[in-house]
């Protein structure tokens, strides 16, 4: 069973910083994209940024220059760093990997248990 666990998550004033990890929490043998998504009250899912595992990434235009994801392959992690947050930005957090367990399992997306970013005004 594969676990995606997310961390960094918290209550910050507008302007701030924080910082999301994501792990997975067992061997993998090839993680391919990893990403991270949010979803505020009411609203759908959407796309924050992800990253391939050559590192090449696709940012969301709502946080493009304030945003930054990034990867440690060996670690099995993938971070967002988020700078000058606003309270538009408050939402659940979801990390999201597309990974083989083994060598001939078939690839497939998994998701993290959300963490939530609250920004205050």
């Known amino acids: 069973q594969v676990q995606l666990v997310e961390s960094g998550g918290g209550l910050v004033q507008a302007g701030g910083s924080l910082r999301l990890s994501c792990t997975a929490s067992r061997t993998i043998f090839r993680i391919n994209a990893m990403g991270w998504y949010r979803q505020a009250p009411g609203k759908q899912r959407e796309l924050v940024a992800s990253?391939?595992?050559?590192?090449?990434?696709n940012t969301a235009d709502s946080v493009k220059g304030r945003f930054t994801i990034s990867r440690d392959n060996a670690e099995k992690t993938v971070y967002l760093q988020m700078n000058s947050l606003k309270p538009e930005d408050t939402a659940v957090y979801y990390c999201n990997a597309d990974l083989k367990v083994g060598p001939w399992d078939t690839s497939r997306g998994y998701w993290g248990q959300g963490t939530q970013v609250t920004v205050s005004s």
């Open positions: 990253i391939t595992r050559d590192g090449n990434m």
